[in-house]
């Protein structure tokens, strides 16, 4: 029900916009976030967003923003000014509130991840 795309390859410095987009309900009332994880790493939060703004985790403030559009049901992270520490695989998620959560247990509904290689 979370289709997540937009991954690649790019070089440090560079930009990337992922897109999850979701099918099978209105997800405009829901938490929807990012994920990531990297190799040997645990999954980790990155951004989400709600009816009162985005969240972001401090790695990635300043260069990542968050925005939806509940008409296409898609979410869309930009991600600038990236590292090779933002390498990983990315996972769109969806939680059934209308409160924030950074914590991977407190989503009900994931995509299939998308992979992004940042070189140096």
């Known amino acids: 029900q979370l289709q997540a795309s937009g991954g690649g390859l790019v070089q440090a410095g560079g930009s990337l916009r992922l897109s999850c987009a979701a099918s099978g309900r209105t997800f405009s009332n829901y938490v929807m976030g990012w994920f990531r994880q990297a190799p040997g790493k645990e999954r980790r939060f990155v951004a989400a967003?709600?009816?009162?703004?985005?969240y972001y985790a401090d790695s990635v403030k300043g260069r990542f923003t968050i925005s939806r559009d509940n008409v296409k049901n898609s979410v869309y992270p930009q991600m600038n000014s990236l590292k090779p520490e933002d390498t990983a695989v990315y996972y769109c998620a969806a939680r059934n509130s209308f409160l924030y959560a950074r914590e991977i247990r407190q989503y009900d509904y994931w995509g299939q991840g998308t992979q992004v290689t940042v070189s140096s």
């Open positions: 967003i709600s009816w009162s703004g985005g």
